[in-house]
């Protein structure tokens, strides 16, 4: 039993380490930045992206979907709730912890009937 | 702050008191009256005035040649959206302009003005929207369309999730924009948020993005891939000069779609002060100065707003066409068989051409 342990975090130690998000046909790493920032009474975790972007991760995915026949069956099988419907395609979910928000979304990502699925990043816009 | 190039300078010019409040009608004048607003003789990037041209050296083909049609069209009925840091709706010079606010900070209609990383007023916003839409009403400065209908949409100060960001692009189509304007950026647009601006752009919204101001040293660079300025089905415009060339900050690449003026980065104060743009008019006789490629973005926003006057039915398709078959190539630069240059996009606004053919597809 006690072999067996270090074997069976492997897995979940390499997965942690390796934060990404799918955009425009491929990845995009994450790397955590150490500050947090509280905003509208949610906790998000800031990542830098491979990219030089700053991004805030909460608790939210957004999901834009081919169809939405099985939007149910998905809220049941990644256990994430429905917080809105902006449009006939694209949801926004609520996952238990915001340290489930990126994986959750990475699953439902491979989901036959997502088209797309991003954490539900909190950004700035900068003006030009 | 790396790409936030708007250089706002505060100087009284001393318009008297002919320009203070109480003796202004702030009402849009109508068509053929004579234009007193006090700051349209020094509007460069909109009006060609020889005089002035010649006393501060600026290239007589500077401008967009709103002359032109300025008795013609002036986005008469046309819902124009801006989202943008903020809004001073009590502005002089936007009188009768606005149709519907929305701030995100608050989620309700009723906005104000911007507030900068300094924690200053901004007046980013306003200065887009008095470059769109700014009345001809004897006062201040003249905008591009300056009867159009503006919708203005703040965004929040400290960063917003992008379900708000979808939500604030639902808004403007909701409330019947034409035309959005954006003169910002993330560089990080994520799929679903692309996906929803493809959406309004097929169903035919002109979506105009900024193309950004260059690096943390101000020099051009290349539209960063996952920047908003790079999505195809956007109007991406950069920014031109006072000499008519494209400023050294001003973002390149495939997905540039045209230059408009934009004002040069590099101006001291009182010697090169007509290099900037004029972009805000205060009622106590101030004048912000600005350039970016945030306010060229609003010029051409403002001429796709006449451009749906002139021709109520013209669809994207055709303003992409329009774009490309009557702006200016300009002068030093290489055009492929395209017509087409990384630096300038399809070319520079020429008002005349751009109105013309829209009427032309009547």
Same mark, same amino acid.
């Given at each position: 039993m006690y072999k067996i342990a270090p074997i069976l975090l492997l897995p979940i130690v390499a997965f942690s380490t390796t934060l990404y998000f799918h955009q425009s046909g491929g990845q995009v790493t994450l790397t955590p930045m150490e500050s947090k920032t509280r905003s509208s009474n949610k906790d998000i975790d800031n990542y830098t992206t491979s990219n030089g972007s700053v991004v805030g991760v909460g608790d939210t995915i957004l999901v834009t979907f081919y169809n939405t026949k099985n939007v149910k069956e998905l809220m049941q099988k990644y256990d994430i709730k429905l917080k809105?419907? @902006?449009? $006939? *395609?694209i949801y926004v979910f609520s996952v238990e $912890?915001? +340290?489930l928000t990126i994986d959750t979304a990475n699953a439902l990502f491979d989901e036959k009937s997502v088209r797309y699925s991003t954490p539900d990043f909190f950004q700035k816009k900068i003006a030009r | 702050m790396r790409y936030f190039y708007a250089l706002v300078f505060l100087l009284f010019i001393g318009c008297g008191g002919d320009s203070s409040e109480g003796n202004v009608n702030a009402s849009s004048l109508g068509y053929g009256a004579t234009i007193t607003d006090e700051l349209y003789q020094y509007q460069w990037s909109i009006h060609d005035n020889d005089s002035f041209f010649t006393q501060y050296n600026? /290239? *007589? /083909?500077? +401008?967009?040649? @709103? $002359? +032109?049609y300025i008795d013609t069209y002036r986005g008469d009925g046309v819902r124009v959206a801006i989202i943008d840091d903020g809004f001073n709706t009590d502005a002089q010079d936007l009188q009768d302009a606005v149709l519907y606010t929305y701030d995100n900070e608050t989620q309700s209609e009723g906005v104000s003005e911007g507030i900068s990383s300094s924690g200053s007023t901004s007046h980013h916003g306003t200065g887009v929207a008095s470059v769109l839409g700014a009345r001809i009403n004897g006062f201040g400065m003249v905008g591009v369309a300056s009867r159009t209908s503006l919708i203005l949409i703040k965004y929040k100060k400290e960063g917003e999730t992008d379900d708000e960001t979808i939500r604030l692009f639902k808004i403007a189509k909701e409330q019947g924009a034409r035309v959005i304007n954006c003169s910002w950026g993330t560089e990080n647009v994520p799929d679903s948020v692309k996906a929803y601006i493809q959406e309004l752009a097929n169903e035919g919204i002109a979506i105009v993005f900024a193309s950004g101001n260059g690096d943390s040293n101000g020099n051009a660079e290349w539209i960063p891939t996952n920047d908003e300025a790079n999505i195809e089905e956007v109007i991406t415009v950069g920014a031109t000069n006072n000499l008519n060339k494209v400023t050294s900050y001003s973002n390149y690449g495939t997905n540039l779609d045209i230059v408009a003026p934009g004002g040069a980065s590099s101006f001291t104060k009182y010697t090169g002060l007509w290099r900037a743009i004029i972009s805000y008019a205060l009622s106590d006789g101030g004048v912000y100065y600005a350039s970016g490629t945030s306010f060229a973005a609003p010029i051409v926003s403002g001429a796709i707003a006449l451009a749906f006057q002139a021709n109520p039915n013209l669809t994207l398709t055709q303003i992409n066409d329009i774009i490309k078959s009557t702006s200016d190539h300009l002068s030093g630069y290489t055009y492929n068989s395209s017509g087409f240059n990384l630096y300038t996009g399809y070319g520079k606004l020429n008002v005349k051409k751009f109105i013309k053919a829209a009427e032309d597809l009547r």
């Open positions: 809105e419907k @902006l449009t $006939d *395609t $912890d915001k +340290s | 600026i /290239n *007589t /083909n500077a +401008s967009i040649g @709103l $002359d +032109s």
